[in-house]
């Protein structure tokens, strides 16, 4: 179809409608117009694909390396509260052992406290 996809339908209508071919080759012309439309789908159909699996792989992608981006960053977090807290460890072990009365005498007054608010 050297002048477009429905060439031959187009040159019947411009000839008045009808043409003087015989029915089998019309049908035969149009059998081929449909071909030809199944085969313009179907690359549109693959082209359509293709751009959807590459969208589709670039979000995986995108998604992966946020993700790895936020186990970073959580891995890092993680890692500063566990120097915080065994600094606060070693510092609340060194003044039990400074003051081990003094500490028990809080530890006293905080149960108190609790105790208070909690008949409340």
Do not use: C, W
């Not at 359509?48 to 936020?70: H, I, P, Y």
């Not at 600094?87 to 809080?106: F, K, M, S």
């Amino acid at each position: 179809m050297a002048t477009g996809l429905f060439s031959s339908s187009s040159t019947r209508k411009r000839n008045g409608g009808h043409s003087e071919t015989p029915i089998e080759d019309q049908l035969q012309e149009i059998r081929a117009d449909i071909a030809a439309l199944v085969g313009l789908l179907s690359e549109r159909g693959a082209a359509v694909s293709q751009d959807a699996k590459a969208k589709a792989k670039g979000a995986r992608d995108r998604a992966e390396a946020d993700l790895e981006n936020l186990l970073a960053s959580g891995e890092q977090l993680l890692s500063d509260l566990r120097d915080r807290y065994s600094g606060t460890e070693r510092e609340l072990r060194r003044a039990v052992r400074e003051h081990p009365i003094a500490t028990l005498g809080a530890a006293a007054a905080i149960g108190l406290a609790v105790a208070a608010l909690l008949r409340r």
